[in-house]
């Protein structure tokens, strides 16, 4: 199940110490060919309401999917949800939605990116409200020229925007806001604030939110380097919310 070993991070703090923030895709759920395809496994609710419940409401969904996304496959779940890789926050479950103040994106990088996927088979663009996605897992050799297309479209924002690498995809996002800021963000406020952040995610962009959780004394796991899968997270999940005192730290 969990293979968590070796790393040198900090030890899982006890219930009444911990904040869990949690990434969706690729960690909760399997990865699915498109994203509206993602199944929640039987039972993955439940688990987290448990989870949520002994650390004191301190659980929250990080995930690059948009807040109601979140609240579609997961309705109730989290206390508090930090979408589109912390450009959306919803601090409490009936609190709104907040963004900061971002520059829009330009109408010809979204032409560009739309006649793309017209052009080249298997090239899917997901729009955002600050950015958009160019999926290319239906095309693996796509990769390194919608990069060098994203590449040139951010190099004309004079350092507004930056290319965010992640599983067979290309995301053209504002600088400077992440899961790193997303953490950050989130510990600040009630019932986060005080406790000792656990981060787990599976992609390159989980590492900010990993390197935030443990630069405010708590720890992150990662897949593939401490679960095998997303069955491994969600098994390990499951042991914590039943209160198994082996697997929690000190």
């Keep these: ?24 895709d690729g960690t909760l759920v399997d990865i699915a060919p498109t994203p509206e395809l ?15 419940m002994l650390c004191g409401d301190a659980l929250a969904i990080v995930t690059g999917r948009p807040v109601a996304q979140i609240d579609q496959f997961l309705p109730n779940v989290p206390f508090a949800v ?14 709104p939605v907040v963004r900061p103040d971002l520059p829009p ?12 996927a017209e052009e080249i088979e298997g090239i899917r663009v997901e729009h955002k409200a600050t950015g958009f996605v160019l999926h290319f897992r239906g095309n693996p050799a796509a990769g390194p020229l919608l990069r060098h297309a994203a590449d040139d479209m ?24 992440d899961k790193g800021s997303a953490v950050r963000a989130l510990m600040q406020h009630p019932p986060f ?8 995610g599976d992609d390159v962009t ?18 593939p380097d401490d679960f095998d899968d997303p069955e491994s997270v969600r098994g390990w999940l499951t042991l914590l919310a039943a ?7 000190g």
Excluded: C
């Design 1 to 24: 199940m969990t293979k968590i070993h070796s790393l040198n991070r900090p030890a899982l703090p006890k219930a009444d110490r911990a904040a869990f923030l949690l990434d969706f």
């Design 38 to 52: 993602v199944v929640v496994a039987p039972g993955l609710a439940d688990t987290l309401l448990r989870l949520r």
């Design 82 to 95: 930090a979408g589109e890789h912390g450009i959306a926050t919803r601090l409490s479950p009936n609190s």
């Design 105 to 116: 994106v330009p109408s010809s990088w979204l032409a560009g990116a739309n006649q793309l």
């Design 154 to 177: 951010v190099s004309e924002s004079g350092g507004r925007f930056h290319v965010q690498a992640a599983k067979m995809a290309w995301e053209i996002r504002p600088h400077g806001i």
């Design 193 to 200: 604030a005080g406790r000792l952040p656990v981060f787990v």
């Design 206 to 223: 989980d590492e900010d939110g990993i390197a935030a959780a443990i630069e405010l004394g708590g720890t992150g796991y990662r897949i």
């Design 243 to 249: 209160g198994e005192e082996h697997s929690w730290g």
